[in-house]
């Protein structure tokens, strides 16, 4: 195990429903992340979040709307998604550094199915 | 801005034999790290190895190695003495750091290794 656990394994959800993804770690971290992992494409850096302030918002739609209310958790909020998001959703976490380097620990992922 | 290009797609070695999957990536930057996942049937990504790129020297982890060629933007990976529980999907990735501390990993295609008995 890595410290970083995601909740649920697998969703199975319509484009009018309203879901959410969740990340918690247990690690002392201060950096949270969440990751796109579609089939036959490399991972998509999605969000970034560092002291529970987003830094990064890479060109995601709207219908992903992330929340960080503290170090240890993260959320994805997910609503009228769309079928080309079906993909595995990955969280990560690292410590916050300035020198920069430092290992990403993951999760497990959520398994998303949009039907 | 940064890539990173796995070219192998899926290779596949005898249980015990020596393999090597390959990535090169392209950047401008001078300081950075690079890094070899491991995502097996599992999903979960474990760290195999990092290399930070001021180093000359190939990182080593037990049975894992890299080499890594700063002026080719090459950096390879080394199995050795594979074994039945290498079988898994290997990410190369490249990572800069972020404003505030956080980093960021861009990953290439994969390999997908399968070892057999």
């Known amino acids: 195990e890595t410290g970083v656990t995601q909740t649920p394994r697998h969703l199975v959800m319509g484009m009018t429903n309203k879901k959410s993804l969740k990340c918690e770690q247990h690690l002392g971290h201060n950096a949270m992340y969440w990751y796109k992992q579609s089939a036959k494409k490399p991972l998509e850096l999605m969000f970034v979040?560092?002291?529970?302030?987003?830094?990064e918002n890479n060109s995601v739609p709207s219908r992903f709307s992330p929340e960080c209310p503290n170090s240890s958790h993260l959320f994805l909020h997910l609503h009228t998604l769309q079928p080309e998001d079906s993909a595995l959703y990955l969280c990560a976490s690292s410590r916050r550094t300035g020198t920069g380097g430092e290992k990403l620990f993951f999760g497990s992922g959520t398994q998303l199915s949009v039907l | 801005a940064q890539t990173v290009t796995q070219s192998q797609p899926e290779m596949s070695v005898q249980e015990a034999e020596t393999v090597t999957l390959s990535c090169t990536y392209d950047?401008?930057?001078?300081?950075?790290?690079l890094f070899w996942y491991k995502q097996p049937p599992s999903r979960q990504m474990i760290l195999v190895i990092r290399?930070?790129?001021?180093?000359?020297q190939n990182a080593t982890e037990n049975r894992f190695s890299v080499n890594f060629q700063k002026a080719a933007k090459s950096f390879s990976l080394k199995i050795s003495d594979s074994q039945l529980g290498d079988t898994a999907m290997y990410f190369c990735?490249?990572?800069?750091?972020?404003?505030?501390?956080?980093?960021?990993?861009?990953f290439g295609q994969g390999t997908r290794l399968t070892i057999n008995p």
């Open positions: 990735a490249f990572m800069t750091p972020l404003l505030e501390g956080a980093q960021k990993l861009v």
């Open positions: 290399q930070e790129a001021y180093k000359q």
């Open positions: 979040y560092n002291f529970k302030e987003q830094t």
């Open positions: 950047t401008s930057e001078s300081n950075y790290y």
